[in-house]
T-cell receptor, first 108, second 115 residues
């Protein structure tokens, strides 16, 4: 069974912010939350990860709910290069559970 | 710097053949992971190494699948007596640390087609 739940697809206009939601209701206190994205015919690319606090890096921001049962990946200004499948991953031990991800379409 | 590399990029095998897939992780990365990705699905965990020790092989689908990392760097995933259901992209990833503490860096994958 998938450990995370994400919408199958989302659309965003170019240069607008995008909020990608994820539910991980079975997460334990020590499980990290990772986000990766994947373009066709490429391996997944690391985006961001966190445990409890919100995190920012040059690619995105990660907002983690206080109860840690959900998180949101925020792309501050979508570009055409951000079109990809985004995976929210709950890490248990050394196992990364990918699920089926959210396919993001960016509209010019 | 050099990322994770995998070879071959594409492999066509006849059913029943043995195949070997190679992964060269980022230098200095302790952790190495193998995943299987079927068409239209997310990657599924196969196995995990910390240095040369295979600490988790719970995701290997059958005893036809075998992985090794004898010197703690390069890893090989071997599939014996390939079956059509083994057709997938096999991804390798490495990271500085395990337990989700650090990012995983993925190779481009090996696309295996079993006829």
């Amino acid at each position: 069974d998938a450990k995370t739940t994400q919408p199958n697809s989302m659309e965003s206009n170019e240069e607008e912010p995008v909020h990608l939601p994820c539910n991980h209701s079975t997460i334990s206190g020590t499980d990290y939350i990772h986000w990766y994205r994947q373009l066709p015919s490429q391996g997944p690319e690391y985006v961001i990860h966190g445990l409890t606090s919100n995190v920012n890096n040059r690619m995105a921001s990660l907002a983690i709910a206080e109860d840690r049962k959900s998180s949101t990946l925020i792309l501050h200004r979508a570009t055409l290069r951000d079109a990809a499948v985004y995976y929210c991953i709950e890490v248990t031990g050394n196992q990364f559970y990918f699920g089926t991800g959210t396919s993001l379409t960016v509209i010019p | 710097g050099a990322g994770v590399s995998q070879s071959p990029r594409y492999k066509v095998a006849k059913r029943g053949q043995d195949v070997a897939l190679r992964c060269d992780p980022i230098s200095g990365h302790v952790s190495l992971f193998w995943y299987q990705q079927a068409l239209g699905q997310g990657p599924e965990f196969l196995t995990y190494f910390q240095n040369e020790a295979q600490l988790d092989k719970s995701g290997l689908p059958s005893d036809r699948f075998f992985a090794e990392r004898p010197e703690g760097s390069v890893s090989t995933l071997k599939i014996q007596r390939t079956q059509q259901e083994d057709s997938a992209v096999y991804l390798c990833a490495s990271s500085l640390a395990g337990q989700g503490l650090s990012a995983q860096y993925f190779g481009p994958g090996t696309r295996l087609l079993v006829l």
